[in-house]
């Protein structure tokens, strides 16, 4: 089944304890990209990803590293969380970008105490 | 950053009803998405529309990208109960073939029986 996996689905963690958020797809996509979204603000762009080695920042990467070393797997790190990053996350990825439209991950819940 | 606003915020209407929500920006996006999103789940990607005054026909669901590319609209013809949910748009730019995604805020639909 083609789709976007993310582990784990929810998190709870502490201030400054570095955490990974891991997102796989299957469908060989080459877009990826990383969202939160909270309460009256809706979906932000954290990082999105063109291809592989090729990443660049969206409207909020303050506090958030990504990498992208292949195609399927495109992780979200936490260096130092603080509580205001308590969000819904969510992964995507895309054929097209654009074009295509972007398939999402069921999301991972994170709460920072 | 390129801005997308949703219209309405909340719409509570009876089965049978039609109904149409809007989704407008100041900007000129290359590509518009809309996408629906249950609770505690990813979105699920409607339809993209790439070419300015393209109309989409999904079932019952129409969407039309505006000539200048600016704004969106979605119209479901007699709505269901079934599509309750959120509906948002995003807007793709044209400088990273759509990777660089803006969301609305989105529309919280409610079809009542």
């Known amino acids: 089944e083609a789709q976007v996996t993310q582990n784990p689905r929810y998190l709870i963690t502490v201030t400054g304890k570095k955490l990974t958020v891991t997102c796989s797809q299957n469908?060989?996509?080459?877009?990826m990209s990383w969202y939160r979204q909270d309460p009256g603000l809706g979906l932000r762009q954290i990082y999105y990803?063109?291809?592989?080695?090729?990443?660049d920042k969206g409207d909020v990467p303050e506090g958030y590293k990504v990498s992208r070393k292949e195609k399927r797997n495109f992780p979200l790190i936490l260096e130092s969380p603080s509580p205001n990053q308590t969000s819904l996350y969510f992964c995507?990825?895309?054929?097209?970008?654009?074009?295509?439209?972007?398939?999402f991950g069921s999301g991972t819940r994170l709460t920072v105490v | 950053t390129q801005l997308l606003e949703q219209s309405p915020q909340f719409l509570s209407i009876q089965e049978g009803e039609n109904l149409t929500v809007y989704c407008n920006s100041s900007s000129v996006f290359s590509s518009l998405q809309w996408y629906r999103q249950e609770p505690g789940e990813g979105p699920v990607l409607l339809v993209t529309v790439v070419t300015g005054g393209e109309v989409k026909k999904l079932k019952r669901l129409t969407f039309q990208f505006g000539d200048a590319r600016k704004d969106s609209s979605l119209h479901i013809t007699a709505a269901q109960p079934g599509d309750t949910g959120l509906y948002l748009c995003?807007?793709?730019?044209?400088?990273?073939?759509?990777?660089?995604?803006?969301f609305g805020e989105g529309t919280q639909l409610t079809v009542n029986p």
């Open positions: 469908m060989n996509h080459e877009y």
């Open positions: 995507a990825s895309s054929l097209l970008a654009g074009a295509a439209g972007y398939t």
């Open positions: 990803s063109m291809n592989v080695e090729v990443t």
């Open positions: 995003a807007g793709g730019e044209k400088e990273t073939s759509g990777s660089r995604l803006t």
